[in-house]
């Protein structure tokens, strides 16, 4: 019933059905201690709503800068976040962990 | 995602039926399988991934691909619309699981008592053979009364359930086991119920042992070596 990926999707749905701008994001691969499991989501409006989770909060506003970049030009990313990564918008996990997270248009 | 991918992923998720949203890393092309037009590798892949109930990225033909695997919630079957079902249902709920409520004592399998709940009032052995428990089916008696406990549990001992549990004392458990091996089932299949139900948690009161009942649910989901041993093979 709640189990969140249903929350997330479905969320987005509305949102976008209520004309917003709107880019998922999934965490598609994970290495070590990372909070989230693949599969977890989270959703993002051009107007700033949020909803879901990619980590324990540690890298959810770097996503949702990405996302908006994502929303901006249509294009998906690939992003990388972990301690050896060097990218400008790298944030490190503080648990140490390393994650993949798919970021797409909602269009 | 296009919206009308995501349009027949949420029809897919509300008709129950397991599908597996596939997505190329990372131009984001995108199949909802199982699908013809995907190829049978990714198709098989899918499958896989939907038995196992993980999600992941795997190399398949030389690209990397999402799959995203979205089974049917898990089921709850309580038998019993008693007091500590009431708090029971919304844990289990919360945790991700539909829940049936098997009662047919209209005056405790009320929609009052159990808002939002599927009920049904038809005895325990009709209810659990239209059921019909899974390997992603948890069953669980909690009315302390044999002729509704001990059919519902029967017939879970004669299905894939994943996890059985009857509420009552170790001595009435210990009475209910010689019933059900009575009706021919062995030691090692009697030793599938959980029994007393839940977690010990010192639970008292009815929420204390909802909650000590769904947390029971999430270690036998998870593999957690808090959950009670891995079913055996099936009953006789």
């Known amino acids: 019933m709640s189990q969140d990926f249903e929350d997330v999707l479905t969320l987005a749905a509305q949102w976008r059905a209520a004309g917003e701008q709107v880019a998922i994001a999934t965490v598609t691969e994970t290495w070590g201690s990372s909070p989230r499991p693949a599969g977890s989501q989270m959703a993002v409006t051009a107007s700033g709503r949020m909803a879901g989770s990619v980590s324990g909060g540690c890298i959810e506003g770097a996503v949702a800068d990405a996302a908006r970049q994502t929303m901006q030009t249509g294009a998906p990313q690939l992003l990388d976040f972990g301690v050896s990564n060097e990218r400008a918008w790298e944030v490190g996990l503080a648990c140490g962990g390393k994650v993949k997270v798919f970021v797409e248009p909602l269009a | ?236």
């Open chain 2, 1 to 236: 995602m296009t919206p009308a991918l995501l349009a027949a992923l949420a029809e897919a998720r509300a008709a129950k039926r397991p599908v597996v949203l596939a997505t190329r890393l990372p131009d984001g092309v995108q199949y909802l399988l199982p699908d013809p037009a995907a190829g049978a590798a990714l198709n098989q892949a899918a499958a896989a991934a939907l038995a196992e109930d993980r999600s992941g990225t795997q190399r398949i033909d030389g690209a990397d691909w999402f799959l995203h695997a979205y089974n049917p919630p898990l089921r709850l079957i309580v038998v019993g619309a008693v007091h500590i079902a009431q708090a029971l249902v919304p844990f289990a709920s919360e945790v991700g699981f539909a829940v049936t409520v098997v009662d047919p004592r209209r005056g405790f399998a009320s929609d009052e008592r159990f808002p939002n709940v599927t009920i049904r009032t038809d005895w325990p052995d009709e209810a659990m053979a239209a059921l019909a428990p899974d390997h992603r089916t948890a069953v669980v008696t909690l009315t302390h009364d044999p002729k509704l406990d001990d059919p519902a549990l029967d017939q879970a001992l004669r299905s894939d359930a994943f996890y059985i549990g009857a509420l009552g004392s170790r001595r009435t458990h210990a009475a209910r086991l010689g019933r059900l091996a009575a009706l021919g089932h062995s030691e090692a299949a009697l030793a599938r119920i959980k029994g007393p139900v839940g977690l010990n948690l010192e639970a008292v009161t009815a929420p204390e042992i909802g909650l000590s009942i769904a947390a029971e649910l999430v270690a036998a989901r998870r593999g957690s070596p808090l959950a009670p041993a891995r079913p055996v093979a099936q009953a006789a």
